[in-house]
């Protein structure tokens, strides 16, 4: 709710979000007080988060007016189901490649009689600071369905990916795309791509999304008419900071 207003709210603003991959609502805590977040992205995909985990960093999150996004493991209906139970405002699903992969998402992510998704929302209003009925009326309206782009077949399919209705951001993972199509990573092909997709997405009226490293990156990444970015990953910005403050001491 919060992302989503803010990406086609009248109160339009870039969605700058991070990784989180590590579990524990201490760190989700410590790093959204900070400020100047406005979503972040719950990696259950590639990250040490698990399904038991859901709930507690979706809150974590929403108590600071930032948007939890879960990104699942796989296109399955049973495993979006669990991310939006949980209180996710949006689910990410990898490895969309074709109009049919992208139109099973979207089902999956809706209430009927538009999708499929099963009627249980005990715990997922929580996170929306809502009453379930208000939430059981909402969701299919205020929760994001982000599939990504990674690979070539997906890149090839993308112009009608991104018409699909009810399909709200296409997000590149720009590590996956380069081992997909086989290309290296910010080689002319791989920027190509990746500036297919974003065209593809702003002529279908849909949220552009891409996966970044760093903060100068997504700074780039905007620039271009990214509509939204991550900067870093908490395992990422740890990493960095012991390797520069161990070259520090060291003096190299
Ligand atoms: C990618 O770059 O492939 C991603 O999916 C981001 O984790």
Redesign the pocket.
């Known amino acids: 709710l919060y992302l989503k207003n803010a990406l086609t709210g009248k109160d339009k603003a870039p969605g700058i979000g991070f ?1 989180l991959t590590f579990p524990g609502p201490s760190l989700i805590r410590t790093i959204i007080s900070t400020g100047g977040f406005n979503w972040v992205l719950i ?1 259950a ?2 990250g040490q988060i698990s399904d038991k985990d859901y709930y507690e960093l979706n809150n974590a999150a929403a108590q600071f007016g930032v948007s939890p996004i879960i990104r699942v493991p796989n296109a399955e209906e049973h495993l979006i189901k669990r991310a939006l139970d949980s209180g996710a405002h949006g689910v990410m699903t ?1 490895m969309c490649h074709t109009v049919e992969d992208a139109q099973k998402i979207v089902k999956w992510n809706k209430y009927p009689p538009f999708g499929s998704r099963g009627y249980g929302p005990m715990f997922s209003p929580h996170s929306f600071l809502a009453p379930e009925a208000q939430y059981a009326q909402e969701a299919d309206e205020h929760c994001l369905v982000i599939v ?1 782009i ?1 690979s070539r077949q997906g890149v090839e399919n993308v112009e009608e990916i991104a018409k699909v209705p009810g399909l709200d951001v296409l ?7 380069s ?1 997909f199509m086989n290309v290296q990573f910010g080689s002319e092909e791989h920027e190509a791509a990746i500036q297919k997709v974003l065209k593809a997405a702003k002529s279908a009226g849909k949220t552009a999304a891409i ?1 970044c490293t760093s903060g100068e990156q997504a700074k780039m990444r905007l620039d271009q008419g990214f509509d939204m970015v991550s900067i870093c ?1 908490d395992i990422g910005a740890v990493a960095n900071e012991f390797q520069k403050q161990l070259a520090a001491a060291k003096g190299v």
């Open positions: 990784w990696d995909e590639h990898p990504q990674e997000f590149i993972g720009p590590f996956d795309l081992k996966f990953t």
